[in-house]
C-alpha cells in the first residue's frame, strides 16, 4: 500500500532555503569548463574550478541538489563500514592510507568552506561508527579498527556504544561531521554566480563531441542548445556517457531512509551504521524546537527487479520502533548509489584516451565527502596541478579490477541475465491491461513488442516502450515510488516516460494501446 503523500520527501530539501531560479541558456555558451550535474561533486567541481579564475558552466537535468545528494543521509565520513582492512589488503597500506588522507581533507575543507562563506548549513562534528550485533564479526571488526588506524584515522575497536541496544562491537572513529547538504551546496551555489559562473538547471545534456573545444548538446523545455567548453566535467551520479564503458564496473543499488522525531536525551550523536540486517544506517539531525530527527536507512536493492518496496519500507521502520520505542514517521524517500568493481571509487579522466574530459562516479553510498574530494582533485587535474592521491581514483586503473574480477564477473552477468533472461521468459505482469490496478503498473506484450502500461489514480492508461534507452534492458514497475526502473544500469523513468535518472538521456516512447 502506498503511503500517505505527506510521508514522501527527503528532510533535506523540505527545509532548504528558497533558490534562486536557473533557467536553461537561452543561446550557444561558451566556457573554460562544463560541469555535467548540479549534486555534490558538480557543484564542488564548478566551485573549485571559479575560485580559480576559470569560466564555468553548471548544466543540471532538474533542480541543483535535488537528486541523490538530496536524499543522502548527510554524513562526512572517511569511515566507510568496512573499507580499510580491505584496501590493505587489496591494493596496500599506502593505498588505505592515501585514501583515509583524501577522505579527511575532504572534511576539512567542507568544515572551513562553511565557515569562510557564512554557511548554516547545521554543521555538527561527531564521531562514526560501524557495530555489529553479531559477536561472530569481532575479529572483522577489529582488523577494520587496526586498518584504520594504520591509515592515519584516530580509530579504535570498542564494546559500548551511546545506542539505546547493546552490540557486540564497533569501530569508533572521532572527529567527524553531519551537516544539511542542501544549504551548504545551495551556498556554493550563490558563490559560484558571485564568481562570475553561470548555472542552469532543467537543461539535460543529451550528447558529448569530444575534442578543442568539447560541443555538449543539451535538450530543455526551450529546445536546448550548445555548449563549448575545452575542458567537460561529467558528475551525473552514473555517467550519461558510455564510451568508457565504466557502466561494466558499476553496480547500482538502490536504498530507503525512514525519519521520525526522537526525545532529544535518548537521541545518538554519533553517526552509526552495520553491514547487517541489508545495512543499517542512522545519524540525527537537529529540528527548529530544539529536537532531533531519527533518520535511518537501510534495506537496499536493485531497482528494477520487482521488489516490494512497500514491504522493505515496513520492515525498515519496524526496526527503528524495535530498537528506538514508538516513533511517528514524517518523512520517507529513497536514494541511489553505485558501488565499483574494486572498491574506490572513479575520479579523473573519463577514458585512456580522454582529453579535457573527466568523470566523478562510483562513490559507493559515501557521496558527500567523495563528492567534495572528487571536486578538488579535478580541480587539481585541470589547472595542472599535482594531487597525492589522484592515482588511486583514476578511472584508468586497470590491476586493481583484474585482482577484484570477481565482482566485475558478477556485474556483468547480472546485466546480461536481464538484458537476455527478460526477453525470453513472460513479461512478470498481468496478461491484460484491464488487471492494471490504479496506481499500479506492469509490462505486457502488445504489437509484437513489450509496452510498459501504467494505471494513474483515475483509471487512465499511459503506455511507453518498456526498453530502457541507455542499452534495451526491459523496465520495471516501482508501484510504491510510482517509476519505471532497469534493473541492469539503474535508469528510472516516470510514468509517462521521462527520465528521473541516469545513465538514460532520452525518455521511454510513448505507445498507442
Known amino acids: 500500500m502506498r503511503a500517505p503523500d505527506h510521508l514522501y520527501g527527503s528532510h533535506w530539501l523540505r527545509t532548504a532555503p528558497p533558490a534562486d531560479p536557473a533557467p536553461p541558456p537561452e543561446g550557444p555558451l561558451d566556457v573554460d569548463v562544463a560541469v555535467v550535474g548540479g549534486g555534490v561533486a558538480g557543484i564542488s567541481t564548478a566551485w573549485e574550478l571559479a575560485r580559480r579564475g576559470r569560466s564555468v558552466a553548471v548544466l543540471e537535468a532538474g533542480r541543483l541538489a535535488s537528486g541523490v545528494t538530496g536524499h543522502t543521509t548527510a554524513k562526512l565520513s572517511a569511515q566507510h563500514t568496512l573499507i580499510y582492512d580491505r584496501l590493505r ?120 563531441s569530444e575534442g578543442d573545444p568539447c560541443v555538449l548538446t543539451t535538450a530543455s523545455g526551450t529546445g536546448g542548445t550548445e555548449v563549448r567548453a575545452r575542458n567537460v566535467v561529467v558528475a551525473t551520479h552514473y555517467p ?59 534495506e537496499h536493492f536493485t531497482p528494477g527487479t520487482g521488489e516490494d518496496v512497500a514491504e522493505r519500507f515496513d520492515r525498515l521502520a519496524a526496526w527503528a520502533t524495535d530498537r528506538f520505542g514508538p516513533l511517528s514517521f514524517t518523512h520517507r524517500w529513497a536514494t541511489q548509489d553505485n558501488d565499483p568493481t574494486d572498491s574506490v571509487p572513479l575520479v579523473g579522466p573519463l577514458h585512456p584516451g580522454a582529453r579535457g574530459v573527466y568523470v566523478a562516479t562510483g562513490f559507493g553510498g559515501w557521496g558527500l565527502a567523495t563528492g567534495i574530494m572528487a571536486g578538488r582533485l579535478l580541480c587539481d587535474l585541470i589547472t595542472g596541478r599535482a594531487c597525492p592521491w589522484g592515482e588511486l581514483y583514476d578511472p584508468r586503473r586497470i590491476a586493481s579490477v583484474v585482482r577484484e574480477g570477481t565482482a566485475f564477473l558478477k556485474q556483468q552477468a547480472d546485466a546480461a541475465r536481464h538484458f537476455v533472461g527478460d526477453r525470453l521468459l513472460s513479461s512478470g505482469g498481468p496478461s491484460s491491461v484491464d488487471r492494471i490496478a490504479p496506481g499500479d503498473g506492469a509490462v505486457v506484450r502488445g504489437g509484437g513488442e513489450r509496452r510498459a502500461v501504467h494505471r494513474d489514480d483515475d483509471g487512465a492508461l499511459h503506455a511507453v516502450s518498456a526498453r530502457c534507452t541507455h542499452l534495451g534492458c526491459l523496465v520495471s514497475f516501482n508501484r510504491t515510488e510510482r517509476a519505471w526502473e532497469c534493473p541492469c544500469h539503474g535508469s528510472r523513468f516516470a510514468p509517462d516516460g521521462h527520465v528521473l535518472q541516469g545513465p538514460a538521456v532520452q525518455p521511454l516512447e510513448p505507445r498507442d494501446l
Open 240 to 298: 550519461v556517457f558510455d564510451r568508457a564503458l565504466l557502466f561494466t564496473r558499476l553496480s547500482p543499488r538502490r536504498e530507503l531512509v525512514v525519519a521520525a522525531p526522537v526525545d532529544p536525551a535518548a537521541a545518538p550523536r554519533g553517526m552509526y551504521i552495520t553491514p547487517e540486517q541489508n545495512t543499517r544506517s542512522l545519524r540525527t539531525a537537529p529540528l527548529p524546537d530544539g529536537g532531533r530527527l531519527l533518520i535511518v536507512t537501510g
Open 89 to 208: 589488503r587489496t591494493r596496500g597500506p599506502d593505498a588505505a592510507r592515501l585514501y583515509a588522507r583524501s577522505q579527511t581533507d575532504a572534511i576539512r575543507h567542507a568544515a572551513g568552506t562553511a565557515t569562510e562563506l557564512g554557511v548554516d548549513c547545521e554543521w555538527e562534528e561527531t564521531a562514526a561508527w560501524t557495530y555489529a550485533e553479531d559477536p561472530g564479526r569481532i575479529p572483522e571488526l577489529r582488523a577494520e579498527a587496526a586498518a584504520a588506524e594504520e591509515a592515519g584515522l584516530p580509530a579504535e575497536f570498542v564494546t559500548d556504544t551511546e545506542l539505546p541496544f547493546p552490540v557486540a562491537g564497533a569501530v569508533r572513529v572521532t572527529g567527524q561531521a553531519q551537516f544539511h547538504p542542501v544549504k551548504y551546496l545551495l551556498a556554493l551555489a550563490d558563490d559560484i554566480r558571485r564568481l562570475g559562473g553561470a548555472i542552469h538547471e532543467h537543461t539535460r545534456v543529451t550528447a558529448l
